[in-house]
Nanobody, 118 residues
Framework: EVQLVESGGGLVQPGGSLRLSCAASGFTFSNYAIYWVRQAPGKGLEWVSAINKGGGNTYYADSVKGRFTISRDNAKNTLYLQMNSLKPEDTAVYYC???????????WGKGTLVTVSS
């Protein structure tokens, strides 16, 4: 059974940092690209970042470029999102998603809530 479990969310002040983790199981993690996506309160799903299966190529939405860093440890079957210089507009539930092919997601976790507020 494919499982993706996000963790690391919480309440942080503007300008602060958080590191999200996504623990994967039930599939060969190193064979797939993974996305981070988020959903702000009352809004639709927004793609945040992507990383290829080897970790050598990363991609970011313009809204987070220069502030967020995606990485993965294939030996630990874990994905990360380092979030710095957080803004109130980063408030959202963050999900990691398995990417079976470009622009598609077939499994995702239950998400972790990030709240940026003073």
């Amino acid at each position: 059974e494919v499982q993706l479990v996000e963790s690391g969310g919480g309440l942080v002040q503007p300008g602060g940092s958080l590191r999200l983790s996504c623990a994967a199981s039930g599939f060969t993690f190193s064979n797939y690209a993974i996305y981070w996506v988020r959903q702000a309160p009352g809004k639709g799903l927004e793609w945040v970042s992507a990383i290829n299966k080897g970790g050598g190529n990363t991609y970011y939405a313009d809204s987070v470029k220069g502030r967020f860093t995606i990485s993965r440890d294939n030996a630990k079957n874990t994905l990360y999102l380092q979030m710095n210089s957080l803004k109130p507009e980063d408030t959202a539930v963050y999900y990691c998603a398995k990417v079976p092919y470009s622009y598609a997601m077939d499994y995702w976790g239950k998400g972790t809530l990030v709240t940026v507020s003073s």
